[in-house]
């Protein structure tokens, strides 16, 4: 016949606990009866010992290597550098973007002063014949007797 | 008599005397920290002096791996320095370290593999310090990172239950029921690696 025991919970964690604290009178005395009577409480507190005393014993005490604090120095300044370049690379990226922006835009300015200036002024100025290296003649046709001359009345490609 | 006196104010002030030292420690590595926040490469040199034997040393024990673990205390003292403006207080650097430490380790073992661990034949107690060593090893990489760490900071490094709860940045409680749970499984795995 199996004898039921109250209170293993109970113990189990006190086996333990027993360890990190000093515990009441009440609960060392409350452990003593029940090692006492409970046969697997008992064993389970021996295994859990030396469960334990296995592990602390497998603790390792490495020494550090030599040229410990210069290796962490070393990745920090590569980091930061890293970091620095990572900080500033999207403005300078936007910077190298803008100046060939400008770069081309001054070249096409340079370019449009070779190009044919036109001011009308009188009825023999009505007429521009535009014509360029293999591209067809292009007139452009003002109305002189408007106000708004700034823009040709009429375009269309010579025949 | 005067020997008695001598003897007795000696035990008296010793430990004023190491107070002392203790808070003059304190004062000094504060001040390190503070020229840390600028920059100053000589004392985080002496931070790093200060530290990385205990960095080390728990990096070692949690991941097994003594290679690993330098990696890993180098990249705590990185990412310590690196984010120093997050820490509000001087005084909380060695915790703060500490920290960052534990929770690198946890990502380790979180990123780990499971392993198959077969045990041939342990005898309780029968090899020296270098089978006990693979033994541990063994029965450590069952456990899942939480219930390994909490295990290691308490059983390997002694810390209290406050100083675990600090470390693993959880409340005490949840140290208390996690080192119960680690210590039985532990114990179960140790007696199957044992009975088999
Ligand atoms: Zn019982």
Redesign the interface.
């Known amino acids: 016949m199996k004898t039921r025991v109250f209170g293993c919970g109970k113990f189990r964690r006190l086996m333990y606990e027993q360890g990190d604290r000093e515990l009441s009178p009440r609960e060392a005395n409350f452990l003593a009866l029940h090692r006492e009577v409970c046969r697997p409480c008992e064993r389970r507190e021996i295994e859990g010992a030396s469960a334990l005393d296995l592990l602390r014993m497998g603790a390792l005490q490495p020494e550090v290597r030599p040229q410990y604090e210069e290796r962490v120095l070393r990745k920090l300044r590569v980091q930061t550098a890293r970091d620095t370049w990572r900080y500033w690379s999207p403005a300078l990226t936007g910077a190298a973007i803008a100046g060939v922006a400008i770069i081309s835009a001054m070249q096409m300015v340079s370019r449009s002063t070779t190009l044919p200036v036109f001011r009308p002024s009188g009825q023999d100025a009505r007429l521009l014949r535009m014509s360029h290296q293999g591209l067809p003649i292009l007139l452009l046709d003002w109305d002189v007797s408007s106000t708004e001359a700034s823009s040709p009345s009429a375009v269309r490609l010579d025949p | 008599m005067y020997n008695v006196l001598g003897n007795v104010a000696a035990s008296f002030f010793q430990p004023r005397i190491v107070a002392g030292g203790a808070a003059e420690a304190a004062i000094r590595e504060r001040q390190w920290v503070c020229r840390c926040r600028e920059g100053d490469?000589t004392a985080?040199?002496a931070l790093?002096?200060r530290h990385?034997?205990r960095l080390?040393?728990t990096a070692?024990?949690l991941l097994?791996d003594?290679h690993e673990?330098?990696d890993v205390s180098?990249d705590a003292?990185?990412k310590a320095?690196?984010e120093i403006q997050k820490l509000r207080d001087d005084r909380a650097f060695s915790g703060y370290l500490y920290r960052i430490c534990v929770r690198l380790c946890m990502d380790r073992l979180r990123s780990r593999r499971p392993e198959v661990v077969e045990f041939d034949s342990i005898q309780?107690?029968s090899g020296g310090?270098v089978e006990?060593?693979v033994?541990?090893?063994r029965?450590l990489t069952q456990l899942p990172a939480e219930l390994r760490t909490t295990?290691v900071l308490?059983?390997?490094e002694q810390l209290s239950?406050e100083e675990v709860a600090e470390a693993m940045h959880v409340p005490v409680g949840t140290v208390r029921s996690r080192?119960?749970t680690a210590?039985?499984r532990?114990?179960k795995l140790?007696?199957e690696a044992v009975a088999e």
Do not use: K
């Open positions: 490469e985080m040199t790093i002096s990385r034997g080390v040393r070692t024990n097994r003594r673990a330098e180098q003292f990185l320095f690196r309780p107690h310090a006990d060593r033994v541990v090893e029965l295990l308490r059983e390997m239950y080192l119960h210590r039985e532990f114990r140790w007696i």
